[in-house]
């Protein structure tokens, strides 16, 4: 049996992983993931990759604490806790890696709490307004995300990460390095972890899954990029898991490790749900 075995929001994009025991699941993806958004001055995303204290801070929405009364809460070592309600103000274009589509500017607020928490003044919080429509290689039409950098899911295998792992304690005795711990799924940011009765990298073949009573359509694997090189506790950089990818899981230039999914219905996910892969 695989079974779903972790389950993650983050409500703003690139900062802190929520972890959650169900969550809904919505066209977009999962409710209220990377809904929110941080851009520099020119309306571009700011990433953990660009700026590693943003994994320092921590989002919480009633998708990831049901009890909260506000739409968004921010908290970050040092920094006082703001809540925010859902911006209705200036919508203005912004992109995500170069992709356009619209957001709704935070309160000046956020603008202050943002900037000295991340120590930098030319940031600012947005909500998304209207969803992007997906690449059109690779999707249906209506098919949309919010910030998300490619799809409105992410789905990652245990056995593919214990896999790699092994991968890359070979490569440190190979070097004479003493072999590091296990890495933790939160450098890959998926939404959806699954484990059980399956072989490592078998998610590279299918074509749907349904979880629980939710199915998703396959669309593809993931480009890595030097996020998953910074651990999310520490901001530690280091060389892996790209430098055991180039090795191992080289394609077309690029290193590949989990799968983008869309959602083909709404409905409930939970951490323990079965999942059953259309091989």
Request: aromatic share 4%; with cysteine.
């Amino acid at each position: 049996m695989i079974r779903l075995d972790g389950l993650a929001i983050h409500p703003v994009k690139s900062t802190a992983v929520r972890r959650v025991p169900r969550a809904e699941v919505e066209p977009w993806g999962l409710r209220d993931d990377r809904r929110w958004m941080v851009i520099d001055a020119s309306g571009e995303c700011l990433t953990a990759r660009e700026h590693a204290p943003l994994l320092t801070v921590r989002a919480e929405t009633p998708a990831t604490d049901p009890d909260l009364p506000v739409p968004l809460r921010l908290s970050a070592p040092g920094s006082p806790v703001l809540d925010l309600d859902e911006p209705q103000g200036e919508v203005l274009p912004v992109t995500v890696h170069g992709r356009p589509l619209d957001a709704v500017l935070a309160p000046p607020e956020a603008t202050a709490w943002l900037a000295a928490a991340l120590g930098r003044d030319d940031v600012r919080l947005v909500h998304v307004h209207r969803p992007r429509p997906l690449n059109p290689e690779h999707s249906l039409p209506g098919e949309a995300t919010a910030f998300a950098d490619g799809y409105p899911v992410t789905l990652a295998s245990a056995a593919s990460l214990r896999r790699l792992d092994e991968w890359v304690t070979e490569g440190a005795l190979e070097r004479g390095e003493e072999p590091r711990h296990p890495m933790a799924v939160e450098r890959f940011r998926p939404n959806l972890v699954v484990d059980g009765d399956l072989e490592p990298f078998e998610e590279d073949h299918w074509r749907r899954v349904q979880v629980g009573s939710v199915s998703f359509r396959v669309v593809k694997q993931v480009d890595r990029c030097v996020l998953t090189t910074i651990d999310p506790t520490t901001l530690e950089r280091g060389h892996e898991p790209i430098r055991t990818l180039a090795r191992h899981r080289r394609r077309d230039g690029r290193t590949w490790f989990a799968m983008q999914l869309v959602p083909e219905v709404r409905g409930v996910v939970g951490v323990g749900d079965e999942v059953a892969p259309d091989r």
